[in-house]
C-alpha cells in the first residue's frame, strides 16, 4: 500500500501525559499537512510543510502542539500536558507542490484523553 | 460568518434521484476548490477537484461560480453507497496553503 499511513491509529492517554503521532505521506509528495477533527466538524488545519520547512501554523497550534518533518519524509505531531479538550481524530495528508495540489489523508490517529 | 459554508443536511433521498448540495465561501481570493467524500469514523476521500469551467465525473457534477463564491456538487442516479458526509474544500493559493473544509452535509440514501 503506497498511500498516507499514520500510526498509532488509536490513543488513550491520561489528562497531563505527552502524546506523539507519526504520519508516513505518499513518497513523491513533498507537502504534507496535519488536520484536527472533532465529531460533526471537518478537518480544521494545524499546520504544514513543504519538503522539511514548517511553512504555516494555526493559531489552533498552541506552545502545547509541536509539528516536525526533519528530512522531508515523515512527520511527528507532538502534544504536550494533553487536556480533555486535545481529544479528536488527527489527520495527515500529503500532496505535490504543484498542479491542483490534492491531498490524500491517512487514515488518522483517534485521541481520547481521560 | 465561517469561512466555508454547507447546509449540514441530512439530505434523505430514494435511490435513483438526484440531490444537490451547494457550498459558499468567503475569501473571494480563493483558488482552488474540492469535493471530498468522509464515511462514517473514516478519512476524507477526494471524490473530485472544482474547475472553473465546471466538470464531470460520471454521476457527479461540480460546478463553481466566482462571482457569487459558491461551488455545487450534483449527484445523479443516487446509490445506497453515495451515503456519506460531503465536505466543501477551499485552498486560498495566496498567503499560504491553509486549507479550509467545511462541516459537511450529510446524505443518506435509502432503498
Known amino acids: 500500500d503506497t498511500g498516507v499511513s499514520q500510526n498509532p491509529r488509536h490513543k488513550i492517554t491520561k489528562r497531563g501525559q505527552n502524546v506523539t503521532f507519526r504520519c508516513d505521506p505518499i513518497?513523491?509528495?513533498?507537502?504534507l499537512y496535519w488536520y484536527r477533527q472533532t465529531l460533526g466538524q471537518g478537518p480544521e488545519f494545524l499546520t504544514y510543510?513543504?519538503?522539511?520547512?514548517?511553512?504555516?501554523k494555526s493559531r489552533l497550534l498552541s506552545d502545547r502542539f509541536s509539528a516536525e518533518r526533519p528530512k522531508g519524509s515523515f512527520s511527528t505531531l507532538e502534544i504536550q500536558r494533553t487536556e480533555q479538550g486535545d481529544s479528536a481524530m488527527y489527520l495527515c495528508?500529503?500532496?505535490?507542490?504543484?498542479?491542483?495540489?490534492?491531498?490524500?489523508f491517512g487514515p488518522g490517529t483517534r485521541l481520547t484523553v481521560t | 460568518r465561517k469561512e466555508v459554508e454547507q447546509d449540514p443536511g441530512p439530505f434523505n433521498v430514494p435511490e435513483g434521484a438526484t440531490v444537490a448540495f451547494n457550498c459558499t465561501y468567503s475569501?473571494?481570493?480563493?483558488?482552488?476548490f474540492f469535493w471530498y467524500r468522509q464515511d462514517c469514523r473514516k478519512e476524507p476521500k477526494l471524490l473530485m477537484s472544482?474547475?472553473?469551467s465546471g466538470n464531470e465525473d460520471g454521476r457527479f457534477t461540480a460546478q463553481l461560480n466566482r462571482a457569487s463564491q459558491y461551488i455545487s456538487l450534483l449527484i445523479r442516479d443516487s446509490k445506497l453507497s453515495d451515503s456519506a458526509t460531503y465536505l466543501c474544500?477551499?485552498?486560498?493559493?495566496?498567503?499560504?496553503?491553509?486549507?479550509?473544509f467545511g462541516a459537511g452535509t450529510r446524505l443518506f440514501v435509502k432503498a
Open positions: 495528508a500529503s500532496s505535490l507542490a504543484s498542479g491542483t495540489y490534492e491531498q490524500y
Open positions: 472544482v474547475y472553473s
Open positions: 475569501n473571494s481570493a480563493s483558488q482552488s
Open positions: 474544500v477551499v485552498n486560498p493559493l495566496t498567503g499560504g496553503f491553509k486549507t479550509i
Open positions: 510543510f513543504q519538503n522539511e520547512a514548517q511553512l504555516e
Open positions: 513518497s513523491e509528495h513533498n507537502r
